[in-house]
C-alpha cells in the first residue's frame, strides 16, 4: 500500500510526562541484529537503537531522521528498524517524515520492532519483516508522579496518543479498530508469518538479508541492562544528569576507585540498592 494513504499523526507533548520501553521489550531486543548489506542505492536509514534520545545523547531521533532525508532527497530510501522503541512522541513525529517522503520507502524489520518503532515501520510504502522477526504493539507507556488526581488526568491525556496508534494499525492492516484495541490492551507481540498475514507487514525478508555481529553480543547485553538500570533510577524520580553520572560511574569505576574521590562500580551499586529499597518501602 501506499503510505500516502495512512493517517497523519497529530499530537503534543507534555514535559512532565515521558513513555519508556517496557521491560519484555528490552529483554526480546538483540541490537546484534543487522542488515546483511544495507545497500547504497536505494538510500538507507537504519533505526538500530532506540527511539528518541537517552540519557547519553544517543539514539534516534525525528531531527536526525529529518536531517537524513533531507540528503537523500526524493530518491527511494530502505529503512532498516530493528529497535526496542522508547519515546512514542518522537515515534509519531518518525513517523510522518517517512509518510511524507516523496518517494518510495521500504521497511525492513530486521529483528524487533516493538512499541514506537512498530508506529515508524507502518509508514513504509512496502513492509517487509524477518521470519523470525517481532512487531510488538501497546498503549502507550509513560513514567507519572502525583496524586489520583494528576495520574487521573495523565491518563486521560493519554488516550487519544492510544487511539492515533489504533488509527495507524487498523490503516495498514485493514483490521477493525476495536480488535486493534484489544491487541494494544493486552500488549501483542506478532510473529513474522502473523505479521504477513495479518498484513502488518507485506512480505518475509530473504533468509540472508539479516546477519548477527557476534562480537557485539556482549556490548549489546551490557547496554540493555544500562537502560534497565536507568529505567530503575527514572523511576525513583533521579534527575538525568545524576542518573548518567551513576550509570557511567558503573560502567567504568573499579573497587579501587573507592579510595578516590571517583565513586566505584560497588559505591554505584550500592546506591541502586538503596533507591530500590526505597521504592519498595513506599
Sequence with gaps: MSNRDLPKA???VRGDLRTVITPKALERWRPEVKAADSGEDPATVSILDVIGQDWMGNGVTASRISAILRNIGKRDVVV??????????????????????PAKVTVKILGVAASAASVIAMSGDEVQIARAGFLMIHNTWIVAMGDRNALREAAD???????VAVDIYAARTGLE???????????????GTEAVDKHF?????????????????????????????????????????????LVQAMKGGTRDAAATDTPG????????????????AI
Design 265 to 280: 562500580a560497588v559505591d554505584v551499586l550500592d546506591q541502586v540498592n538503596d533507591l530500590l529499597a526505597r521504592m519498595k
Design 80 to 101: 532498516n528498524i530493528n529497535s526496542p522503541g522508547g519515546d512514542y512522541f518522537e515515534g509519531l513525529a518518525i513517523y510522518n517524515l517517512f509518510r511524507d517522503h
Design 157 to 163: 491525556w493519554l488516550e487519544p496518543f492510544d487511539q
Design 10 to 12: 497529530s499530537f503534543n
Design 177 to 191: 479498530p476495536k480488535a486493534i484495541a484489544k491487541m494494544l490492551d493486552r500488549e501483542t507481540w506478532i510473529g
Design 201 to 245: 507487514a507485506d512480505g518475509f525478508l530473504p533468509a540472508d538479508a539479516v546477519t548477527e555481529a557476534a562480537k557485539q553480543a556482549a556490548n549489546g547485553q551490557a547496554l540493555k541492562a544500562e537502560f534497565r538500570i536507568d529505567e530503575i533510577l527514572a523511576r525513583a524520580g533521579v534527575p538525568r544528569s545524576e542518573r548518567r553520572n
